[in-house]
């Protein structure tokens, strides 16, 4: 069974970092690409960012509201994603999800975490 | 930037009734592929985002077939044939591009 497990949520304050992780299960982790999407307070779905797979390679794609300030990275030993963010700012607050597509025969699935709550404020 | 767009925004409906959300993109985007990767998603209350339909008209393992998605260049559609409780909640398309995914704003859809 495939399972996205995130972790690492909290209450910082403006300008603090926060390290999220999401544990993956089920599947073979290292050979998909994985995405992070967040969805603030009574909005919307916003995509963060992706990272591909070692074996396609290429740069890690992020959303125009957190370049530069967050990094995604995969430790395909652990079978884990990281979202890595710095400069928090309030508008950051929101539920952080990980999200990916698997392929089983040629059929491709979609799955998500539970997310994990940053809130960021003073 | 590609900007995504829904109507309505809000979408009470009748049990059994049928619902059209109808989602539009500012350019069309159709990959080399002949594909264009549009997204439907569900997100029901206090729960994660549920994928629907991919590929602007394919449904989802375990998705019921009274959802399906239509549509070509810029505008798209998801319909619902006969509602039921369990399909209230949020709906999403989502666009995805060389540079990343794009969301609409979400409709949401209630029982009158």
């Known amino acids: 069974e495939v399972q996205l497990v995130e972790s690492g949520g909290g209450l910082i304050k403006p300008g603090g970092s926060l390290r999220l992780s999401c544990a993956a299960s089920g599947f073979t982790f290292s050979n998909v690409w994985m995405s992070w999407v967040r969805q603030a307070p009574g909005k919307g779905l916003e995509w963060v960012g992706r990272i591909r797979s070692k074996s396609d390679g290429g740069p890690t794609d992020y959303a125009a509201p957190v370049k530069g300030r967050f990094t995604i990275s995969r430790d395909d030993s652990k079978n884990t994603l990281y979202l890595q963010m710095n400069s928090l700012k309030t508008e950051d607050t929101a539920v952080y999800y990980c999200t990916t597509t698997i392929a089983y025969t040629s059929v491709w699935h979609n799955y998500w975490g539970q997310g994990t709550l940053v809130t960021v404020s003073s | 930037d590609v900007v995504m767009t829904q109507s309505p925004l809000s979408l009470p409906v009748t049990l059994g009734q049928p619902a059209s959300i109808s989602c539009r993109s500012s350019q069309s985007l159709e990959y080399s592929d002949g594909n264009t990767y549009l997204n439907w998603f569900q997100q029901r209350p206090g729960q994660s985002p549920r994928r629907l339909i991919y590929k602007v008209s394919n449904r989802d393992f375990g998705v019921p077939d009274r959802f399906s998605g239509s549509g070509s260049g810029t505008d798209f559609t998801l319909k619902i044939t006969r509602v039921e409780a369990e399909d209230v909640g949020v709906y999403y398309c989502?666009?995805?591009?060389?540079?990343?995914?794009?969301f609409g704003p979400g409709t949401k859809v209630e029982i009158k």
């Open positions: 989502m666009l995805r591009t060389r540079e990343g995914w794009t």
